[in-house]
Structure formats: C-alpha cells, structure tokens
C-alpha cells in the first residue's frame, strides 16, 4: 500500500530544500519585493512557502492567489489579475504578508497590449513596497519563466530543483511501506538513480502503477521508471532519452578516442571524487558526416554506463518572447536533475554557427542562448559529461572552444585501410556473423579509400539488397565479396565532392590543437605541417 503521510511528506520536503527555504527566508529578511519562483510542482513549492513564513518573527502571513479560485482567505479577485493587485498595494506596510500569485504569466506577457496595465501596475507595486519599507513579498509560481524587460531589474528568479537523490529514496521509503519494497543496498541505489529527473508526481504515479500490478516494488519495475522517464523527457519537445546499446567494440577504428574514453570509464564514481579528480566536462567531435561522432556519443554512454540525453540544439529556439530562454533553462535543469549522465549536442554547429557575427535575424535570441549556455558549460558543477558534434566547425563562435568547455577536441578524419577493415568487419559481423570468414576483409579495404564508415554500411545494405533480388535455383543468393565491391564501384563517397571541406577541417584541427581520434600517422604529420606553415609548435598546443 503507498504511504500517504503528510507530515512525513513535509519533513521530507522541508529537509531536502533547507538551503532553499534559508535563502527564501533572507530575501525576505531583506525586504525583497518581487520573487519568481519557477516550478514543476506546486505541493513542495507550498510547502516550502510554509516553512519560510514559519520562520517569521511574528510568523509570516501566506495569502495565495489564482484566476480560477482567487484569494485563498476570501475567494476574492476571480479571473483578474488588477484586482489582486490593488489588494496587495493596500495591504498596511507594517503586516509580514506573503503575496503568491500562481500562473501570472500570461498577464505579463509584453506582447499583448492588454497586459501593459498589469506590467505597470507589478513595477509600481514593487517601487511603493520598497518606498514604504514594507515587509510584504509577492512571490510568482509558474511551471515556466516568462518575465517582461520592464521587470527583469525588479525580480529575483529562483529555481525550484526537482528531487535530489536524498529526496527521491525518502520518498520511496515514505510511498511504500517496508513489507512492500522488496529493494535494497545496490538495487535501491539503483532504482532512485532511475527516478532522477522524474517529479515527486510522477515518481508516486510509477509506484502507484507498480503496487496496482503485483502488491510490491522490486528491481523489475527499475524498467518501469526509465519508460517514465523517457516519456517525461519526450513531452519537454528539448531532449530525446537514449538506451544505448552499443560498445566501443562496436566501433570501427577511431583507438585514440576509445583509449581517451576508457581512461575516464570510472571518473564520475565517488571513488574519483575521493582521490580529488574533477568530473570530466565533455569532448567535441568534429568531423564530415558519416565518420561516427554519432556512434561515438552512443557508446560513450555505455561504456561509463550513464544516462544518454540527446539535445537538437534547434529545439531551443521558439518563435515566442522569451520562450528559448526558458527551454535553455528547463534543459539544464533536466540535465542536471539527471545528472550523473552525458547530454549528447548534435550538430551544435547547426544551431550557432555565426552566432557572433550579428546576422542571425533574431533579435539577439541567439547569442543569448548561446551565452547562457557556454557560461553554464564553464560553470557547472553537476556531472553532466557533454559531447557535441559539429560537421562545419569553422562557423562555431572561438568562445566555445576555448579551454575550460570541452576537455578534448576531437577531429575524425575517413577511415584509414586498417581502420576500413575493421569497419567492415564489424558491420558484417553484425548482418552475417556465421559467414564472417568467407569475406575478402583486406580486399575490401584497399577498394574504398574515401569512403566513411557510414558508407561502408551503406554498400553492404545495398550489396544485400542486390542478393535478395538475384535467384539461383529458385532460391535467394546471400551476398558476398564482390557483390560488396559492385556497390562500392556504383557509389560515389562524399569525400569525392567534399575534398576542399576535408582539407579546411584538417588545417582547423591544426589551428584548434585539436587530437586525431584515429591512430593515423599520415593524418598526424598532415596536421603537424599545418602548424608550421601556421607558424604553431605542435608540442607547445596544449
């Protein structure tokens, strides 16, 4: 049966947001006039809210607001937003009150000329709290973050965090009772790392779920709360969840990358924490299309058995006032509730390319995503490894890729003969596994210069196909060898037509210091002549 204490429930919440209700409650102290306080939930918000008036001396008085039910005392000021205004500008300065108005925003928003009273109204509000010295504060509860330029010098933005992982397993102890959670020591750690990132309301709903099933919750319904989650990270329309299933065994080539990969297989365990290590902060991989920057991103995750978040960078970008700012901000606080985990940047260059030029059209929404996003990238501390890929690098901002954002920068270049070989092993491997031998591996090889491990792919599908159509009597022919290079022959690689990208990104490895992600000698001393025709010592680049 689920536990529904309510008092548990308010030590638990109370508890887990100490340093919170502490930094409420010295605003307050303050005489801060206007706070936003922005919110998944609103149950921990009020309960929170209760905590900080407690603290008051005389406690403080919570009087809450909304269009649907008005004030919480009276049931006054119904579907208007100036009326529970003009109550709070005649409330007497000397009374502690706490004013919290629930889902203002959409009287705030600048667009709508109707709203202009409302934004007057909130900035004279604030003035005359302050000229008064009064201990009033209007507090604004919202799911998102839509504020006005006029009041943005008015206001103190606070982020309400979803569950820490101390919360989530007082949670769990408090939902279910003893008899009931048949999970402990490492499948208990397990299953609040699962709930990372999920709401108090939808951790209770999974639970909820899991006692209706079969009367308890064990190590099985772990799958449960990561279908949950993925749902819950599918409907933000920012971040994509991955099951990663591949390996680095997976990946043809590209050793010095696995090898950096594995060093750091172990970085984000206590342990490392222990011995004084930072967490790692991410790579960026840059490279042509189909050279595994993808692939890579995948099997990072796995190989450090994390979380992979995925991050269309042009998702952050609406069409509304403010509202890329506010998906910026809900991305980071989703990426660090589930952190430790990797968040996988695709084809970031996409996204910011020329960002800095000033022609991106947009009113600034651009470089102001991009400058709270590199700006968290230096400065966060939450372990959210971050891996981003980039085919036109020449077009990212030099912000992004100085020191101190990315540990390493990769450059995959085509795939060398020996590289090729094992590319093709491994995806043969894969389709005809009982059939590996009979395959001319080095033959193939030597065939396909220029072509990258996404092509390689791509011939044998087509050499297959060309199989399947093709009878000997009367049955279908499996592919072979020379079907393999009869595709290859009919293909034209896009390193063919891309030769002046390949030498652009070589000469920008060289320019950026960045590593080869293969253990290529030619392409090593390629980009060590670069240097020197840069006038750049290769052994200085650090």
Request: charged share 25%.
């Amino acid at each position: 049966m689920v536990n529904r204490g309510s008092e548990g429930s308010f030590r638990s919440t109370a508890g887990a947001y100490h340093g919170l209700v502490q930094d409420l409650d010295l605003m307050l102290r303050a005489r801060y006039g206007l706070i936003y306080l922005v919110a998944v939930e609103e149950d921990p918000v009020d309960e929170v809210l209760a905590q900080v008036a407690s603290l008051g001396q005389p406690p403080r008085i919570i009087r809450t607001w909304d269009v649907v039910r008005g004030w919480s005392d009276n049931g006054a000021d119904k579907g208007a937003l100036m009326p529970a205004l003009t109550r709070i500008a005649k409330a007497p300065p000397q009374e502690a009150n706490l004013f919290v108005l629930k889902d203002a925003h959409p009287f705030l928003k600048p667009t709508l000329p109707a709203n202009i009273p409302h934004i007057r109204q909130v900035r004279n509000l604030v003035a005359d709290l302050k000229a008064q010295n009064s201990r009033a504060t209007v507090v604004l509860v919202s799911r998102t973050l839509e504020l006005p330029p006029d009041l943005t010098e008015d206001v103190t933005v606070l982020d309400f965090p979803l569950p820490a992982p101390v919360e989530i397993d007082q949670l769990i102890g408090q939902l279910v009772v003893p008899d009931k959670l048949q999970v402990a020591g490492l499948a208990r750690e397990q299953l609040v790392k699962a709930c990372q990132g999920l709401s108090r309301a939808r951790i209770r709903r999974v639970l909820a779920k899991a006692l209706a099933a079969k009367q308890q919750v064990n190590e099985a319904d772990i799958e449960g709360v990561l279908a949950e989650k993925q749902q819950a990270i599918r409907q933000t329309g920012i971040l994509e969840f991955f099951h990663t299933q591949e390996t680095l065994n997976q990946v043809g080539g590209l050793e010095a990358l696995k090898q950096w990969v594995r060093l750091r297989q172990d970085a984000f365990t206590d342990e490392a924490r222990r011995y004084g290590l930072p967490n790692p902060k991410g790579v960026l991989l840059v490279g042509i299309q189909g050279t595994g920057k993808s692939l890579s991103a995948k099997t990072i995750a796995h190989e450090w058995r994390l979380p992979l978040l995925r991050l269309d960078a042009g998702r952050l970008f609406s069409g509304l006032v403010g509202e890329s700012e506010n998906r910026a901000r809900q991305m980071v606080q989703l990426a660090e509730a589930m952190s430790p985990c990797v968040l996988w940047i695709d084809e970031i260059d996409k996204a910011f390319g020329n960002v800095t030029s000033g022609s991106d059209g947009d009113s600034g929404t651009s470089r102001r995503v991009f400058g709270s996003l590199i700006t968290w990238m230096q400065e966060k501390t939450a372990p959210v490894f971050i891996v981003a890929t980039a085919n036109n690098v020449q077009v990212l901002p030099a912000e992004l890729l100085r020191k101190g954002r990315f540990d390493e920068i990769f450059f995959l270049n085509l795939p060398t003969e020996r590289e090729r070989r094992e590319i093709f092993r491994v995806h043969l491997q894969r389709l005809r596994p009982s059939r590996l031998r009979e395959f001319d591996l080095d033959r193939l090889a030597q065939h396909s210069p220029q072509f990258s491990g996404a092509e390689i792919e791509q011939v044998i599908i087509d050499a297959m196909h060309r199989a399947f159509g093709t009878r000997q009597n009367g049955s279908r022919r499996d592919v072979n060898t020379d079907d393999i290079l009869r595709a290859m022959a009919e293909t034209v690689p896009l390193a063919a037509i891309a030769k002046d990208q390949i030498e652009a990104l070589k000469r920008w490895a060289a320019m950026a210091g960045a590593r080869t992600a293969s253990e290529d000698t030619q392409l090593s001393e390629e980009i060590r002549q670069y240097s020197l025709q840069q006038g750049i010592n290769p052994l200085e680049v650090d």
